[in-house]
């Protein structure tokens, strides 16, 4: 599922910079419901934004914990994984 779902992050990024969107609030895609694990998750943002260094001024990860949180997928949540692999860096 790992070439799929970067390939998704791939085209997210790329459409938002063909219509020159710079700042951009994204979210945990995939880690509710779908039940993507969210350090897999995160770590594949980061190296898909990493090819992108420069094209955006802001990126926002807006994360909440919700129901979907601590089951066996994300037992530590959503929000923690993100911030591990994302919180202040700069691309």
């Known amino acids: 599922y ?3 779902m970067r390939k998704k992050l791939e085209n997210l990024l790329s459409i938002a ?3 020159q969107h710079d700042c ?3 979210s ?3 880690c509710g419901a779908f039940r993507n694990p969210p350090d897999h998750i995160a770590k594949l943002f980061r190296s898909v934004i990493e090819q992108y260094a ?3 001024q802001t ?3 807006a994360i909440i914990d919700d129901h979907n949180s601590g089951q066996r997928h994300n037992p530590e949540g ?11 860096q700069i691309f």
């Open 2 to 4: 790992a070439v799929g």
């Open 24 to 26: 951009l609030i994204l």
């Open 28 to 30: 945990a895609l995939g």
């Open 78 to 88: 959503n929000f923690k994984s993100f911030k591990d692999e994302l919180d202040g």
């Open 54 to 56: 420069g094209f955006f």
């Open 17 to 19: 910079h063909y219509h």
């Open 59 to 61: 990126i926002i990860f």
